[in-house]
């Protein structure tokens, strides 16, 4: 068997003349899919992240308002860069709460806190997510 560096073989041209390039098509298909799936990744970390920042910070600003006062509270949501949406205080059975709902990129998160009675006379801060 005679074998020639143009692929000819005993006179015999082998190879598949019509496939050649195709591979070029399947790179450019594999490549595309790949960055979509890392697009889709990457924006649903970016909502994940939104989301825990919004619910950090709706339980500082209720910690603080239940502490210090909406003043501080609103101090408190610029220094984290969120907006607050809204600012509800209720007594229940002698106990006021402070429920603090904020919104970050377009990500709304609900708080509540209190200050609660430790038993030695002073008092403590207490915060619950609720939304």
Do not use: C, Y
């Not at 595309?32 to 990744?41: F, P, Q, T």
């Not at 708080?111 to 609720?130: C, F, K, Q, R, Y």
């Amino acid at each position: 068997m005679e074998f020639s560096s143009d692929g000819v073989v005993d006179g015999t041209r082998i190879g598949l003349r019509g496939e050649r390039g195709s591979i070029s098509p399947l790179v450019a298909i594999i490549v595309g899919l790949a960055l979509m799936i890392a697009m889709a990744v990457g924006g649903v970390g970016e909502v994940l992240h939104r989301k825990a920042h919004a619910q950090a910070s709706a339980d500082a600003v209720a910690l603080a308002v239940a502490g210090d006062g909406i003043d501080t509270g609103k101090q408190v949501a610029i220094a984290n860069g969120v907006t607050i949406v809204s600012s509800t205080r209720l007594d229940r059975s002698g106990v006021v709460v402070h429920v603090i709902v904020v919104e970050f990129g377009g990500v709304r998160s609900t708080a509540a806190a209190a200050l609660v009675n430790d038993g030695g006379g002073g008092w403590i801060s207490e915060t619950s997510p609720s939304g």
